[in-house]
């Protein structure tokens, strides 16, 4: 049974930073490419990074390039979000999720396993 455990949100001021941590079980890791989605309420959930089963290939939407860093390291069975200079905007649900990868970009049906979420909020 794949389980994806989410860690690290919490609240944090404008301008602030958040690692959030995904640690996964009953897959294997380093075959699934890997995605952060993220739901602030009242809107549709939306792809915040993603990284390939290898780490080499990386994709950030436009609102989140400069900001977040994405990574993971196989041999520990997690993945990291670096979430930099935190608005509030980026108050939401963050969701981690694994899938067997993607074609021109990242889209959600890509991704069959999902976490539980973890809460970030981002004060003015």
């Known amino acids: 049974q794949v389980q994806l455990t989410e860690s690290g949100g919490g609240l944090v001021q404008a301008g602030g930073s958040l690692t959030l941590s995904c640690a996964a079980s009953?897959?294997?890791?380093?075959?699934?490419?890997m995605g952060w989605f993220r739901q602030a309420p009242g809107k549709a959930r939306e792809l915040a990074a993603a990284i390939s089963w290898s780490g080499i290939s990386t994709y950030y939407p436009d609102f989140v390039k400069g900001r977040f860093t994405i990574s993971r390291d196989n041999a520990k069975n997690t993945m990291y979000l670096q979430m930099n200079n935190l608005n509030p905007e980026d108050t939401a649900v963050y969701y981690c999720?694994?899938?067997?990868?993607?074609?021109?970009?990242?889209?959600?049906?890509?991704?069959?396993?999902w976490g539980q979420g973890t809460q970030v909020t981002v004060s003015s």
């Open positions: 999720a694994a899938g067997g990868g993607w074609g021109g970009y990242p889209v959600e049906a890509d991704f069959e396993s």
């Open positions: 009953g897959l294997t890791f380093s075959n699934y490419a």
